[in-house]
């Protein structure tokens, strides 16, 4: 069964505040991370409204309109809002009134002058929400905080709302995957719900019962280790991936080949294979933000140097995308000046349009700063890439975008890049020169189709 072919309501019957009801959800903040949520909860058959302070997106979203790319979510949306079990709202007190367990789902940006997450969006918001709370209920964080955040809503929760005591607060961190977003949230491989009371814990079962009946793990904890259980994961991946493109700048000073090490190492069940890719490194709204929020976090309790390798982390993905400017500028000849370069990508990964922190365009826009023509071409995110970085021009497709490349560029490894036959591009180029930033392309094909290969890590 897939995610958009769900039963009318494969929630059955499930356990409110009052015997056998289900409880009503709202979902506070209708971004990537809140409107997945709110359609996928609807969808399993649950009564959920949505809310957000922007009147545009609330407008869209009403009208079957996805504002992000998300495969899967456009076509769960529409059959949510025909169920008549979702739809999306800007009035808090209306929330406030319908919903049982109300869902914290804004953004936790990166400060503007700071390491440190900035918290206005998730204070605003439950802040809001408070002041109308006036009958028993749970509010339940998602979003990725530093650790006490929890602790200090809790009391802001109770002092403001009308209900005061009666009103709990739990945490229950996402951990979604930009591109498998819906499938996640349906199928997650774990639930995490840090609470204060067995009546929390009860609720939140209640509230994802259908997603426990499948079988899903559920891990019960405090407050405070509910926090740190997305940013210590998101710490760990991010790492494995640094570790790799370290490996990658030894074997670029060695002549090795990290690709081979990389598949000898993913043979020993205690590393494993998973995020042991090297290649341009990783982006988004999520584990760039994330390991330099917990490391000033944890410099903040003291404890910095327990967590201090996450700057060296940080700094070993930014460094992998000026090496991939060096190889495109090493493939020109020295010099970028006036190079005519087709950047394949924008969005930080596949399936996606998202660009926040994207490698991709941290990538074109300094070799256009460099002095190279750059084109840039995506499936998803070419709009959202033109309004960030309108200095640099867009194609519509890799081959029409490639016409007259002096070097070519992967930068995102979309299925379409992958499958680009080598010959076709070829006929189209000014020279074949290809940098592959990340490993997705079969090098011996590209050599044989008479191109100049070059990637990080590979002699």
């Known amino acids: 069964m897939d995610a958009t072919t769900l039963p009318e309501d494969t929630a059955g019957p499930r356990t409110g505040d009052a015997a056998g009801a289900a409880p009503r959800l709202t979902v506070i903040g209708t971004g990537y991370l809140g409107a997945t949520h709110a359609v996928c909860m609807a969808a399993l058959g649950f009564d959920v409204l949505g809310v957000d302070v922007d009147p545009v997106k609330i407008e869209r979203l009403n009208a079957g309109e996805v504002p992000f790319f998300e495969p899967g979510l456009p076509e769960l949306l529409v059959k ?89 607060l739990a945490w229950n961190p996402e951990f979604l995957r930009e591109g498998y977003a819906v499938d996640d949230t349906l199928r997650p491989d774990r639930l995490v719900f840090g609470t204060a009371s067995a009546r929390a814990e009860e609720q939140l079962r209640a509230a994802f019962a259908p997603v426990i009946a499948r079988g899903t793990p559920v891990v019960v904890t405090d407050l405070t280790t509910a926090e740190l259980v997305k940013v210590a994961a998101n710490s760990f991946l991010a790492t494995k991936i640094s570790y790799i493109n370290a490996m990658a700048e030894v074997c670029e000073a060695t002549g090795g080949d990290v690709t081979g090490l990389a598949e000898a190492l993913a043979y020993d069940d205690r590393i494993g294979g998973r995020f042991l890719k090297p290649g341009l490194g990783f982006g988004g709204g999520c584990l ?131 499958q680009t036959a080598p010959e076709a591009m070829g006929a189209v180029v000014n020279h074949r020169r290809i940098v592959d930033g990340r490993h997705a392309l079969d090098p011996a094909r590209w050599r044989a189709a008479g191109w100049e290969y070059r990637a990080l890590g590979r002699p």
């Not at 009958?135 to 602790?151: C, D, F, M």
């Not at 922190?357 to 084109?375: C, E, I, K, Q, Y």
């Open 80 to 168: 949510a809002l025909d169920s008549g079990r979702l739809r999306f709202t800007t009035g808090f007190e209306e929330a406030a009134e319908f919903g049982d367990v109300h869902f914290i789902c804004v953004g936790t940006p990166q400060q503007q002058d700071s390491d440190a997450a900035d918290l206005r969006y998730v204070d605003a918001a439950v802040t809001e929400l408070a002041r109308h709370l006036r009958r028993r209920a749970l509010v339940v964080g998602k979003s990725t905080v530093p650790v006490g955040t929890a602790a200090r809503l809790t009391e802001l929760v109770q002092r403001l709302a009308p209900a005061g005591t009666e009103v709990e």
């Open 288 to 418: 760039p933000k994330d390991i330099r929020a917990f490391a000033h976090r944890a410099e903040e309790l003291g404890v910095g140097q327990a967590v201090g390798f996450l700057r060296q982390v940080d700094d070993i993905n930014k460094r992998r995308r000026a090496r991939t400017v060096d190889l495109v500028r090493e493939l020109a000849g020295g010099d970028l000046t006036g190079v005519r370069v087709t950047a394949l990508g924008a969005a930080f990964k596949p399936n996606s349009d998202d660009i926040r922190d994207a490698p991709a365009l941290d990538v074109a826009s300094t070799l256009h700063r460099l002095g190279a023509h750059v084109t840039v071409v995506d499936p998803a995110a070419t709009e959202n890439a033109r309004r960030s970085h309108p200095q640099l021009d867009y194609g519509t497709d890799a081959i029409s975008a490639a016409a007259g490349a002096d070097v070519v560029v992967l930068l995102t490894e979309w299925n379409e890049f992958r």
